[in-house]
């Protein structure tokens, strides 16, 4: 934690410690969840999620020395409402308030936005043409790009200019892609040979899109002889 705080020139680090982990309170070691389960209960407060949704969570939080990293931590144990367990978060710089590293704790999920938008809507994941890690490292900086380039589309530049929040990016792909579609209508009904064009389209199309074969039809295939062999039944009888 140490060392990635440097690395970003002294920011504050945050994590999570596992129930198990050690403390040090007052000379004694335990667990941390031994420590919040026993010595320092927790009481309830209004946490912001992600800057939105307002909710109310269980939390106690105290300055521990951690053992296995050999120095004092800003320790937080927390549980947000209907949940029986706490989740323990441990940040590395201690003057931060309580209520600051939960919320700034919940920002973590926006990771899991950007990997959203990078398999599912992007098509990064099940499309890419390139795998292992030199494709995902070709994906990513190709996805970046590709987000950067969606910042430029008129309906998100205004967004952007007037302080409201992004467009997504699935979105957007929808909105240009029913915007090509059309330009495509528009431009077919224009042309002097709509048919050509169409046909034209057509064949495009079926050079593009190809249909695969499904794995999960088995028709075909050599599965093998699925059955007993009589020799080999007394085996069964020892």
């Given at each position: ?5 440097k ?5 504050q ?14 000379g004694?070691k ?9 010595t ?10 992600r ?21 004092k ?5 927390l549980?947000?409402?209907n949940?029986e ?9 201690l ?5 600051d590293?939960i919320?700034a704790y ?5 990771v899991?936005v ?16 390139q ?57 077919l009904?224009?042309?002097?040979n709509?048919?050509?064009q169409l ?31 009589p020799?080999?039944?007394y085996?069964?009888?020892?």
């Open positions: 934690m140490n060392n990635a705080s690395i970003f020139g002294g920011v680090v945050i994590s999570q410690l596992s129930k198990n982990q050690n403390i040090w309170d007052r004694h335990k667990s941390v969840a031994h420590y919040f389960n026993s320092n209960k927790g009481v309830n407060q209004i946490i912001c999620i800057g939105g949704e307002k909710i109310m969570a269980t939390v106690s939080s105290a300055r521990l020395k951690v053992d296995s990293h050999g120095v931590r800003f320790v937080i144990a549980k947000y409402e949940e367990d706490y989740r323990y978060l441990v940040a590395s710089d003057s931060w308030r309580t209520k590293i919320q919940s920002l973590r999920w926006l899991e950007f990997f959203s938008d990078w398999k599912l809507n992007e098509g990064w994941g099940r499309e890419a043409k795998y292992d890690e030199e494709g995902s490292s070709r994906g990513l900086i190709l996805s970046l790009l590709l987000d950067h380039c969606r910042h430029r589309n008129p309906e998100q530049t205004t967004r952007i200019e007037n302080k409201l929040p992004a467009y997504t990016v699935g979105s957007l792909q929808r909105f240009a892609q029913m915007d090509a579609l059309l330009e495509f209508i528009t431009s009904l224009k042309d002097k709509p048919g050509k046909k034209k389209l057509g064949k495009m199309i079926k050079e593009v899109f190809q249909l695969i074969p499904s794995e999960k039809h088995m028709s075909g295939r050599d599965l093998g002889r699925l059955d007993t062999t020799s080999l039944k085996q069964a009888l020892n």
